[in-house]
Each structure stands twice: as C-alpha cells, then as structure tokens.
C-alpha cells in the first residue's frame, strides 16, 4: 500500500477557507499513552489505600474490582469529552483528539476510539495500534479510523528569537521598500519557515553543509524577487537570507 | 494583495477575541440555547476571521498570527458545521428500557447472524466431543470442566460447605468485570471486517457446545441447565449483542451494496454501536451476581426445578423486553 504521509491533514471549509491540522506522529502519541497509564496506575494505588480498609470485606475487595475496571475503562472517555480531547498525558505532551473533519467531537467518537484499545493494544504495547498509525496516511490506530478521528498536535504559538536574526548588521535590502513588500507577498509560509529555521539553527550545521544550504536558499529567495546591485553586492548567501528573513519576520514601528 | 499589517491586526483583533469569548462559552456549556441574535453575531464573526485568515495567508512571516486564526477558524468551523445537538445529560433508565431494545430491533440482522455463528460453533463443539475422544481435553478452557461430569455432580450434590463463603461479592465482580471485557473485546474485534467477532463467537459456541454434549451425554441435564440457566439467560444473550455490536461495525468497515463512504457509514453507526455494548454490560451486571449467588448452588440446596424455573422466566422478560420495550416512545 502506498501511503503518502504529509504530517498535515488540509480541510477546507464551504466558504473555501483552507487549513490545516497539524497531526501527531506515533512517538508522541505513545509518549502520551505512557503519562495516561502512570496516571491509572497511580490512581488504582490510591484506590487500594482507600479500599484498604474495606478490602478485609468481601464487599470492599469487589468494589475496588468494579472501580479499577471503571477506572481502567473509563479514563480515557471521561477526561476526553470533559476536556474537549484531551487526557491529562495529551495535555502535557499538546495533543488533542479531533473529528476527522473538524467538526466537534461527538460522545459515541470518544467511546469507540477509546474501546478500540482493546484492538489496538494487541498483541502486546498497542503493536497493531502502533503500525495502524504508521501506515495510514493521517497516523490513525483502528479506534481513531473506527470513530473518524484524528490525533492533532495542541500548537501554542511561540515568538522565536528574532534578535538572532541580524546580529545587530545593517540590512541594506531593506531600504528597498516597495521590493520587501513584493518579498513578503511573494515568499510561501513554509520557505520563510525553512529560512528562519535555518538561521535560528546555523550553528549545528557542518561547515559545508552549512555553505550548501544558504546558497539553495539564497538562490531561491533572487528568483522571486530581484533587489539592484547596489543592495546586495558584497553580501554573503548566509547574510542575504538572514536579510530575508528579517523582512519577513521582524515588525517594524 | 498588500494591506498593512499593524493595522489591520489592530483592526480585527476585537472580533477575533470576541469570536474566541463565544466559543468557550459553547464550549462551557453546549446545552445552552442561544438567542437568535448571538447565532447571527457568531456567524458574522466566524465569517469575518475566515476571510482575515485568507488575506493573512498572503503573509509569509505572520506564522503565529496564521496558526492563532487557523485554530479559531477551525473551532468555529466544528460548532457552526456538526449538525447535531450535543446532549450531555444522559437519563439512564430511559436509555435502558426506550433506547436499547428500540436500537436492538433496528438493528436485528448483525444479532441473528451473531446467534448463527454460535450456534455453528455449538454444534461443531458438540460434534468434536461426540467424534474425537482427544476433543475434550483441547476444547475445556480450565480444568474444573475436564472431571466427568457424573462425578463433579456428586461432589456439588455432596458438599457441606458453602466454598464460596465470604467471597461471593469479589467473585461476582470478577465475574462482570471479566464478561465485559470479553464483551467489549468481541465488539472491537469488528474492526478486523468481522472475521475476530465471529471467531470469537464461533468459539464461545464451541465450549458451549462441548459442554453441553458432555453432561446431557453423561445423562446430567437437569444439572447443566440448573447451572447454566439462570446466569446464562442473561450472559449468554449480552455475549451475543456484543457480537451484534461487532458485526455492525463490520458491515460499516466492508460496505456491501453501500454508496456511502466508509466514513459515512462508520458515523452513522457509532451511536447505536455504543448502545449496544453499554446495553450488554448492563445485562452482565445482573449476570455476574446471579452467577455468584445463586448458579453456584445445586440441589439439594435449591432445587434444579427452581433454578430452571428461574432461567426461563429471565429468558422469557429479556424477549419480551426486546420485543416490546420502547415501543411506543
């Protein structure tokens, strides 16, 4: 089968607004999974504390078996309706559960993923559920492709540190007002991303390495917009994206 | 399209921030009726961030910016399209006695063939022990049942001491804790096209089958259903809505003479699915505790008429009550 993963899940709405749904991979969704089961580990030890007492009754010793199993169970359905998808492991890993078409989640969606585990964990540590999320294109175990969901990772935006960005040079490109203006329309969110990137993380690079991918970005940058000579004559590949990149990204008052 | 940015954010943030106050008020509370004019506003704002999220898409650094109206675009997107109203509050002796036995009859077809497959593996079990003398050994899943039944009856005949004794309530609680997941378990099993909810019901029907065989054989039937009838009237039945359960999802999964996509059918199914399953551990409740407290004992303690006597009655309120219940809802 030939599954093309893109890490995105595209929707667009009537009004022919497009966007996008970032999905989680399998790592960080069995990262999640391991915080959910400390958590009922956790909690079935405090319900033996509680149940300690009652448990030299006949009574209490099958409370506490119908409690664990509720517990077991349950878990994943109560948090994951209460707190919109999310179990307490995904809230701190940043994921969240989604209708596969963004529309909002229903209770029997919750239910038959959450039951599914069942499936899922077989034959031991979520094996069929791991390689279902590896080979579908949206990173779906069989309870998510039964229920119609999507795992999405929670993003909270966060500034990067621009000031990286010069390191306190003069950018003569942008002088050229009407042309940075041109820039910014005509850059696509994902190469000012690569650029940005790739500045922010130019230390990790090997030398060559390094050499090679700022040509291939400056070289893409002056296909799309041609600055006169007289403002990037003199300028390295690596200082004439890290000017791209201040256009893009820094706000000027 | 160029436009200024400081702006315009300047601008938009107000209805960005009052669309974001209105989603987590629905979001708080979703039962909540909102007057027209709040549907109206909701609509407009959602439309006027959908539109700032096209003309900010035009900006290649404002990635935050793009994320943020992404993310509320598409929370608004969830509210306005789902459809259906979301209902929280659940009356659960409605839903027992109304929702799942209408849900049952309508979907009827997965339950029979559910019964089919068992009954297919009960007669395979019974044929096994009838044909090969090696049989019962491989098919008894513990060993209580490979004694000769003449002699367990003696021995439960016998006993002077309730073996029980302190331990009826944990045992049953294993014993629905345990039928549940096996329940469940069949249910989910339907994501595999069917073929692991009618294994598993094939082979609930061999060791019932097998069984069965073995002490009517042994001339011990007023034992076996004095045994099994009065927790299995109930138990087996669940075992069998669970396999119902699982089958309709199999016939969503495989879609035969279906136009619809696998997604449509799955989605129109998922409500009565989860009917179903919830129904059947309910029915195993009752089958848990009656198994622990009253299947356990034989005559002379109670009698094989009552115990008998007790099953068909159960048998006979679970028909009626998935013939009639909910009927005139």
Known sequence: ?253 | MIIDLERFVVDERPHWERLEKMLSEMERDPERRHPLRDVLEFHELYQRCSADLAKISTFSGELDLHRYLEGIVARAYGEIHAGTQQQRKLHVGRWFTQTFPSTFRRRIAPFWLSVAVTIAGCIFGAAAMKFDSEAKRTIMPFQALNESPTERVRKEEAAQNDRLAGRKSPFAAMLMTHNTQVTFFTMALGITWGIGTIIVLFYNGVILGAVGFDYIHAGQAPFLFGWLLPHGAVEIPAILVGGQAGLLLASAMIGWRSRETRRMRLRRILPDLITLIFGAAFMLVWAGIVEAFLSQYHAPVIPYGVKIGFGIAELAALSLFFARAGRNA
């Open chain 1, 1 to 253: 089968m030939n599954v093309v993963k893109t890490g995105t899940l595209p929707l667009r709405t009537p009004e022919g607004i497009v966007f996008s749904l970032p999905l989680a991979g399998p790592a960080s969704r069995f990262l999640a999974l391991s915080i959910d089961l400390a958590c009922i580990t956790a909690a079935s030890q405090g319900l033996e504390r509680v149940f300690g007492v009652l448990k030299i009754l006949s009574v209490g010793q099958a409370l506490f078996a119908i409690v664990y199993f509720v517990l077991s169970i349950g878990y994943g359905i109560v948090t994951e309706w209460f707190w919109r998808g999310q179990t307490l492991g995904k809230r701190v890993v940043g994921l969240r559960v989604m209708d596969e078409h963004a529309l909002r989640l229903e209770f029997s969606q919750i239910v038959v993923r959450n039951l599914l585990r069942f499936v899922d964990a077989l034959p031991l540590f979520y094996l069929v559920g791991g390689a279902a999320c590896f080979f579908t294109r949206h990173s779906q175990r069989l309870g998510d492709l039964a229920a119609n969901t999507i795992v999405v990772r929670d993003l909270k935006p966060s500034q990067p540190d621009l000031n990286q960005l010069l390191g306190g040079r003069y950018n003569s490109m942008l002088e050229q007002r009407h042309l940075a203006a041109r820039l910014r329309q005509r850059v696509p969110p994902a190469a000012a991303s690569i650029a940005l990137d790739s500045i922010l993380r130019r230390d990790e690079f090997e030398a060559r390495a390094r050499l090679e991918l700022f040509g291939e970005l400056a070289g893409y940058f002056r296909g799309l917009v041609e600055f006169p000579p007289e403002a990037t004559e003199q300028l390295s590949d690596e200082q004439y994206v890290r000017n791209v990149a201040e256009i893009l990204f820094v706000k000027r008052a």
